[in-house]
């Protein structure tokens, strides 16, 4: 008895197992629908049993829970879906355990970050069909402090005179099918000294027609001058001029 045939062996003790045990390469074949305690398993359905259950997969020690699938779907139905941490750690999105990947990582804390580290070269890529779509940032709070705020902030461990900070690109394509810039708002140090820091606004457009008389030019540049007045230059090529005022007065020069 028991030649080449699997076996089920009830062990005659207290909590004693039940073992069930194939032969050879053979499989435990169930062709009905298991109950665990309060988990139903079901074809390819795993549910809970009891009222608003959860279903929790805890892996042993520092393991982790694997789907080996190139789509993960969440939500109940048409129901509102949240990912959230079980606890107070971060939340950090990555590819490849994060080798060589840029991450989305979102701070658990009071007034915590939503960090988006880049790779090397990598973009931030939003991309829209639409005229109509844009990026919106919504600020509700009624103070008079200014708001929303955009901080461009080039974090330099050597900043220095001259230094060119944030720019705004604006860029499209020409009649070759290239991609060119049009034009360009900068940012850059004049003076780095601490105490005594000075900044310029630059804006630049890209081969325009010169018209000194109508007030055309290539490039504009916003300094600050002696007194905390403000200097602006405009130029052309190697051609420049400068027009600064100085409490209600007004002068020009090259």
Known sequence: AGTNSGSIVIADAANGDISLSPNGT????????????NININGNTVSSTDTNGNIVIAPNGTGD???????????????????????????TLSTNSGTDSSTIAIADAANGDV????????NLNVDSSSTSGKILYTLTEASATAGPVLDLFRSSSSPADD??????????????????????ITGQIEDASAGSENGIIKFDVEGITTDYGHGIYESLAIRAGSGGFPIVYFGHGSTQLQWHKWGGNSSNGS
């Open 26 to 37: 053979g499989t435990v074949v169930i062709n009905t629908d298991l109950d665990v305690d």
């Open 65 to 91: 829970v694997q789907l080996d699938a190139d789509t993960v779907r969440v939500g109940d139905s048409n129901a509102d879906a949240t990912i959230t941490t079980n606890g107070t750690g971060d939340l």
């Open 115 to 122: 960090t988006l580290d880049l790779n090397g070269t990598a």
């Open 163 to 184: 230094d060119e900070l944030g720019q705004i690109q604006f860029s499209g394509k020409d009649s070759g099918g290239g991609t060119n810039t049009y034009a360009t």
